[in-house]
């Protein structure tokens, strides 16, 4: 099984993180928006409701990047075939950078997605819903390197 490739982008108390969170569940959504805005000192949040809107903010200006993409695993779900080919298309950085969050039987499913979806996809942190506060603000933390 191919190990993670972790990238770790330090930032700085006066640079903002970018943060995209990519999930149909508005409640879930709004408590890692609370979070983030907890958790990180200078964040600016994006949200994406649906999987068209994720795929249309995703390819972020150069001096704007994606710091961290939490990405339901409803949305792999949606377009398995080549999914992680796309993301990295439209943002190489992001590829290093994302949390999957879903159910228990979603994480369990995403081993038979890598092959359709990619194989970043086994590699990619899961956080399974309900999911606890403090393991998500560790895990966003690892990433964003704070």
């Known amino acids: 099984m191919p190990h993670a ?8 108390s006066t640079m903002k993180t970018n ?14 928006c609370d979070v983030l805005e907890i958790s990180l000192r200078n964040v600016k949040v994006e949200r994406a409701l649906s999987l068209p809107v994720f795929w249309s903010k995703l390819p972020a ?7 961290l993409v939490v990405l339901s695993a409803e ?16 943002n ?26 990619g194989e970043s996809v086994k590699s990619a942190p899961f956080l399974v819903k309900p999911f606890s506060l403090e393991g998500f603000e560790e895990l966003v933390k690892q990433i964003c390197g704070q």
């Open 5 to 12: 490739v972790m990238y770790v982008m330090y930032i700085s």
């Open 19 to 32: 943060v995209l969170v990519a999930d149909d569940d508005m409640d879930v959504q709004q408590l890692m």
């Open 61 to 67: 200006p150069p001096d704007t990047p994606w710091h």
């Open 75 to 90: 949305y792999i779900k949606e377009e398995p075939a080549g999914f992680m080919e796309r993301l990295a298309a439209a």
């Open 92 to 117: 190489p950085d992001a590829v290093g950078r994302f949390v999957i969050v879903g159910t228990a039987a979603e994480a369990a499913d995403m081993e038979s997605y890598a092959e359709s979806a």
